[in-house]
């Protein structure tokens, strides 16, 4: 269920809101608390001599005095229409699914021709191996490019965004494209895996099953830096709200609330969202299935 879904029932439900502390903004404030998005660097590769294990060039080279500041950059050059691969490519580590990831290169062209009108430009893309078996995904699935205009004398930042994908391993591949000829070079490669500041896990109750009578939970979250951290955890069904509870963490930062008893069985789903009171944001979000089951006859 969206958010937004959410927030329209929490206005309706506000009476369902439980707080430990007269102070704390309700769930409709919260629920629409922005998230605080952040970069975390996962893999940098400048082509320095020390790095060579990070990547891997075909028909191409790492030079020294050509990068930014007059270090060394990766250069793939194309000097005739043939149909050679020049390109490197550069590992990741392993890929979350449905996790933000972000590519930044600075690139720049010498003498860059097009040698065939019906190409377009591109040298920086991702493409994916299937984890299972190591072999090239097929184009569709695994591949996103980014066409761009052509590089010219100076240092330019490409950006390309991707999405983990369940049982791919994406790569980075820097392409001198068929169909242009010249050199490119390139230096300062960065990738980003984006998101919240924080994870969050349900450890309790067991097996994500709640009894009509014991609406007990609790929450464990990662680290993250907050002045007034609390968590908002609501039990809904079918775009009804069951019951909502706002919570502080113990001195173990672990979050444990209760929904109370009188639980209306059947299939369920738990939105957790970690915010900062202080800072109006919301640190970690999490949708889980679960269940109610009703007391044994």
């Avoid at 769930?27 to 893999?43: G, H, V």
């Avoid at 990662?222 to 509870?245: M, T």
Wanted: proline fraction near 6%; charged fraction near 25%; hydrophobic fraction near 40%.
């Amino acid at each position: 269920m969206s958010a937004n879904k959410l927030v329209l029932t929490a206005v309706v439900t506000a009476s369902l809101i439980a707080s430990l502390n007269g102070a704390d903004p309700s769930a409709f404030e919260i629920l629409n608390y922005p998230e605080k998005a952040e970069k975390q660097l996962i893999r940098e590769v400048r082509f320095e001599p020390p790095e060579k294990k990070l990547f891997r060039v075909s028909n191409g080279e790492a030079v020294p005095g050509r990068g930014i500041e007059k270090s060394h950059a990766l250069k793939l050059a194309r000097t005739d229409g043939r149909a050679k691969p020049v390109y490197a490519s550069v590992n990741l580590p392993p890929a979350v699914p449905g996790t933000d990831y972000t590519a930044e290169v600075m690139v720049k062209g010498e003498n860059i021709q097009k040698s065939a009108s019906s190409r377009k430009f591109y040298c920086l893309s991702i493409e994916s191996r299937v984890k299972a078996t190591g072999r090239m995904a097929n184009w569709r699935d695994g591949t996103i490019r980014i066409y761009s205009d052509i590089p010219g004398n100076d240092f330019t930042c490409l950006t390309l965004k991707f999405k983990g994908k369940k049982g791919l391993q994406p790569f980075v591949k820097l392409d001198f494209p068929s169909g242009f000829l010249g050199t490119l070079y390139f230096d300062e490669l960065k990738i980003y895996q984006n998101g919240l500041p924080s994870t969050l896990k349900l450890t309790a109750p067991a097996l994500r099953i709640f009894r009509s009578d014991n609406g007990r939970f609790e929450v464990a979250a990662a680290p993250a830096k907050a002045a007034d951290p609390l968590l908002l955890a609501v039990l809904h069904r079918n775009k009804k709200i069951l019951r909502s509870v706002i919570v502080r963490p113990d001195l173990d930062n672990v979050y444990r609330g209760d929904f109370g008893k009188g639980l209306e069985p059947g299939d369920a789903s738990l939105r957790l969202i970690l915010a900062d009171a202080a800072a109006k944001v919301k640190l970690a979000v999490s949708d889980i299935d679960c269940r109610i089951e009703s007391l044994p006859e």
